[in-house]
């Protein structure tokens, strides 16, 4: 409803007063502020970049605002995740956004979805809605979110982030390019490394969710010039801005329903080929290994294969510290190789994916054997030593 019946959207008086700033800009004005009150806008995701746009959407005067999170509140998210607050940790997200969002702004309809978002249930979500919100850090979401609003025709505002890098654009709108126009095939799983792995400035999805929430104002009232066409790139270490052009694909695949995502981004083949990886691979849990530790053992080498900055926020103690990307590159083969003289191989990460890695790749280029330690150092803190800190 894009193009609501103003004369049926009545403003109260506190709502003149408290969107006063709004009624004096020419560009929105009273029109413009009813429009932002007929408006409904649904939002994948209440994370790092859920967070900022919500709350701006909310304090705009969006009159109905829909919610979709299955997630709790973790106290690694209130880093960047600025609608959650510490007495919320443990707790339900959309709940927490719901709290915040009425704080902000008590006349906006706040509708919940504490669900997983699937093919199943994405059309009949997204459908009552006039525009979606991206906030997703996944590639199956964010081709499911894309689908789902090219076959219902509703403008998609995205953005992603990672490590000190963000995007931004808005498919799906007035005959613009969509997701897969930038994505036509999704990468490997596990080429991109998640916000976990990788690290974001907190800051960052607060300037990236704060464009989507401006595109998405834009697109209501129907001012300006919206970045559908335009990937925004932004780098927060340069402090740098800039545009590539983006076209609809003239020779695309048709969308013509909802499909498997998972399947389609090659994530249960990923995991079968992990979980085969597993089953060829020693293991031993953090208890085994500090028994090992323990017991005063001298024919092994204990490999902490994460980056160097973190291996100096925690440590397992007699660990040496042999980074993946050089076990990748080649250069750190040759150093395991000096280090094991006859020895066995133990290997950890932050929470064993890395270092089941390294091991397949420290066994393909040298022969080398590995034991994996299951749960990497975050498992060690959890249930051997509680004063390693987890991050």
Not at 129 to 135: A, S
Not at 155 to 169: C, D, H, K, L
Not at 307 to 324: F, R, S
Not at 374 to 382: E, F, L, T, V, Y
Request: charged content about 20%; overall charge negative.
């Amino acid at each position: 409803m894009l193009n609501p019946n103003l004369a049926e959207v009545q403003l109260s008086k506190d709502e003149y007063e408290r969107y006063s700033r709004h009624l004096i800009l020419p560009e929105v004005g009273l029109d413009g502020q009813k429009r932002l009150k007929a408006a409904s806008v649904l939002c994948i995701g209440t994370g790092g970049l859920g967070s900022p746009l919500l709350l701006y959407l909310a304090a705009a005067g969006i009159g109905r605002i829909g919610i979709v999170d299955f997630d709790i509140v973790d106290s690694s998210n209130l880093q960047r995740q600025v609608i959650h607050g510490t007495s919320w940790v443990g707790k339900p997200k959309i709940q927490s956004a719901k709290d915040r969002i009425l704080e902000i702004n008590p006349h906006c309809q706040v509708d919940l979805y504490e669900t997983r978002l699937s093919a199943e249930n994405a059309l009949g979500i997204v459908e009552p809605y006039d525009i979606v919100v991206d906030g997703t850090d996944n590639f199956p979401t964010r081709y499911l979110v894309n689908d789902a609003c090219v076959l219902l025709n509703k403008p998609n505002v995205y953005g992603s982030i990672f490590r000190f890098e963000g995007q931004a654009t808005v498919f799906n709108y007035e005959g613009g390019p969509n997701y897969r126009d930038l994505y036509p095939e999704p990468p490997p799983p596990g080429l991109v490394p998640s916000c976990a792995e990788g690290g974001v400035l907190g800051i960052l999805p607060g300037i990236i969710g704060v464009i989507q929430a401006t595109e998405t104002v834009k697109i209501i009232l129907g001012e300006g010039q919206t970045l559908s066409g335009r990937l925004l790139l932004y780098n927060a270490l340069n402090m740098t801005f800039r545009e590539l052009k983006l076209r609809p694909n003239p020779v695309r695949p048709v969308i013509e329903k909802l499909i498997d995502y998972e399947e389609f981004c090659g994530i249960p083949q990923a995991k079968a080929a992990e979980a085969q990886q597993q089953a060829n691979m020693q293991e031993i849990t953090v208890t085994e290994l500090k028994q090992i530790l323990d017991s005063g053992a001298d024919d092994y080498v204990l490999l902490d294969v994460r980056n160097p900055n973190e291996y100096e926020i925690a440590k397992i103690p007699g660990a040496v510290l042999v980074p993946l990307p050089d076990i990748e590159n080649g250069d750190g083969v040759s150093k395991v190789k000096e280090l094991l003289n006859g020895h066995k191989l133990i290997v950890h990460c932050k929470m064993g994916g890395r270092s089941a890695k390294a091991i397949g790749i420290l066994k393909e280029k040298a022969n080398i054997e590995g034991i994996n330690v299951k749960g990497g150092i975050n498992a060690w803190s959890q249930e051997v030593d509680s004063s390693v800190p987890q991050y």
